[in-house]
């Protein structure tokens, strides 16, 4: 069993940057696809970035340009580098296991969930 943490959200302004970083116990995350999802009040969770585990990468439009996903299998870690950020951007984050280590944009693919770290970027 896989458990995933996450961390690194924050206060930021408009244009600023953060590192999200998603920790993993219980098992490697070698074989997985990693995604990030996010969910803000009053809206759906939308897919954000995936990684599978040939470490290909999607990202959503909305991010595409701006965040970059990126894994590190020897320490069983899972970052988002989130630069540019606009207030839209605002949302509590979560990092997600894909067992099939294909991680598509449906979160239903997903096995495992992190707690979720809040993002909120000012205008």
């Known amino acids: 069993q896989v458990q995933l943490v996450e961390s690194g959200g924050g206060l930021v302004q408009a244009g600023g940057s953060l590192r999200l970083s998603c920790a993993a116990s219980g098992r490697t995350l070698s074989s997985y696809g990693m995604g990030w999802f996010r969910q803000a009040p009053g809206k759906e969770r939308e897919f954000v970035a995936s990684i599978t585990w040939s470490s290909s990468t999607y990202y959503a439009d909305s991010v595409k340009g701006r965040f970059t996903i990126s894994r590190d299998n020897a320490k069983n870690m899972v970052y988002l580098q989130m630069n540019s950020l606009r207030p839209e951007d605002t949302a509590v984050y979560s990092c997600?296991?894909?067992?099939?280590?294909?991680?598509?944009?449906?979160?239903?693919?997903?096995?495992?969930w992190g707690q979720g770290t809040q993002v909120t970027v000012s205008s």
């Open positions: 997600a296991a894909d067992r099939t280590g294909w991680a598509g944009r449906n979160a239903l693919n997903y096995h495992t």
